[in-house]
Structures are given as C-alpha cells and as structure tokens.
Antibody, heavy 125, light 110 residues
Framework: EVQVVESGGGLVKPGGSLRLSCEAS????????MAWVRQAPGKGLEWVSS????????HYAESVKGRFTISRDNAKNSVHLQMNGLRAEDTGDYYC??????????????????WGNGTTVTVSS | QSVLTQPPSVSAAPGQRVTISCSGN????????VSWYQQLPGTAPKLLIY???KRPSGIPDRFSGSRSGSSATLGITGLQTGDEADYFC???????????FGGGTKVTVL
C-alpha cells in the first residue's frame, strides 16, 4: 500500500522550533519529489516546501523562507521539515505530500497524488 | 490571500451540475498544468484531476476538468450528497518557483 505518515507535530511557543518527519512506503521513493503542504484552521491549502528526488533542489514559500529547511534521507525513505522561529501564523495541519512532477513542452505539472493524514502544529504561548 | 482565485461557495440540488472556476495568471495557470483536490470534512485532501483534465484511477467521470488561458474549471455532474466538500485548485508558479493553491470552494448539495 502506498502511504506517507507524518510525525513530530505538537505545541510550541512563539520563536521555538519543531522538526516534522514523514516516512514513506509502498512506492519507489527515489522517483518522486516530496513536499509539505499546510492548512491553517478553517483556511485553505498552502504549499510550504518541496524537495526534488536527489535532494539537490529545494523550494520554499515566501512565508517560511529563512526559517524552515526541508531535507530528505533517501536511505530511509523519509523527508523532514525543520521549523525554526515559529510564529502564531504557522499554526495548522501539516501534510506530507508525494508530488507527481512532469516537465512537458507546454509547461510543468506538479500535483500531489498521495497525501498523509497530517500532523498538527500549534504555536502559542 | 491565495495566488489562485476561486469562488467561496457553490450549491445545487442533487443530480444537478456545478462548475468551480479557478483564476490565475501567466506564471501560474497560463504556464503550467492544473490539478484539483477534494477535501471531505475532517480528512486530508484527495487528488481529483491532474494535468488539467485527467482523472486518477477510481475517480468517477462525473468529475471533469478543463483549462483555457489563465483559468481552469472543475465540473461535477449528477451531484450527490457525498460530494459536499471543499474543492481546491493547484498549479506551479513559474515566477515564485513553488506550488500554489486556490482558496477553496465549498460545495453544498441543497
């Protein structure tokens, strides 16, 4: 069964740090870009960060640049999100996401075809 | 404020058809392929449409997608009570080099 499972969420004070982890199984890990997508309570989805297959290319939303770092361990089929300098607006559910990335002549296609169940991050004093 | 613009809500009676629009610009939908997601209450999102108009295995053909210029549309025919959910469009932003989503549209079956 193809699945990704998140862990590491919790309650943290503003300015604190948290490290999210995601373990994958059931598919050829090295073939996929992986991403983190978050959702604030009652709000829409936000693409937080993504990392390509070899780990050489990473991308970040402007809202987290300089504070969050994505990494992957291809030996352990896992991806991590180190979150520093956390703010109240970082509160929400964080989903680990498998990305189907294709590069066509007419543009690129990035869609999340496998989602985890999410882990909740609460930033509050 | 989401990069892609969707109506907050749409509604229709059972069996009817609804469409959800998603508006972007030249660096988002105008330059890249669109995907659509369904999020049932209390659950993670699920992929409904990818590459503008393709359905993953298991998604019924009541769901369809299209793209024209910098906009995209999701259509749902034969509306069912089980279709009540939030629907999000998504694509890549070639300028920001990051994925982007719409703000979501809540579908209500009257």
């Amino acid at each position: 069964e193809v699945q990704v499972v998140e862990s590491g969420g919790g309650l943290v004070k503003p300015g604190g740090s948290l490290r999210l982890s995601c373990e994958a199984s059931g598919f050829n890990w090295i073939s996929y870009t992986m991403a983190w997508v978050r959702q604030a309570p009652g709000k829409g989805l936000e693409w937080v960060s993504s990392i390509r297959r070899g780990g050489e290319n990473t991308h970040y939303a402007e809202s987290v640049k300089g504070r969050f770092t994505i990494s992957r361990d291809n030996a352990k089929n896992s991806v991590h999100l180190q979150m520093n300098g956390l703010r109240a607006e970082d509160t929400g559910d964080y989903y680990c996401a498998r990305v189907r990335a294709r590069y066509y002549g007419a543009g690129t296609s990035h869609c999340v075809d496998v989602w985890g169940n999410g882990t909740t991050v609460t930033v509050s004093s | 404020q989401s990069v892609l613009t969707q109506p907050p809500s749409v509604s229709a009676a059972p069996g009817q058809r609804v469409t959800i629009s998603c508006s972007g610009n030249n660096s988002t939908i105008g330059d890249n392929y669109v995907s659509w997601y369904q999020q049932l209450p209390g659950t993670a999102p699920k992929l409904l449409i990818y590459d503008n108009d393709k359905r993953p295995s298991g998604i019924p053909d009541r769901f369809s997608g299209s793209r024209s210029g910098s906009s995209a549309t999701l259509g749902i025919t034969g509306l069912q009570t089980g279709d009540e959910a939030d629907y999000f469009c998504g694509t890549w932003d070639s300028s920001l080099d990051v994925g982007v989503f719409g703000g979501g549209t809540k579908v209500t079956v009257l």
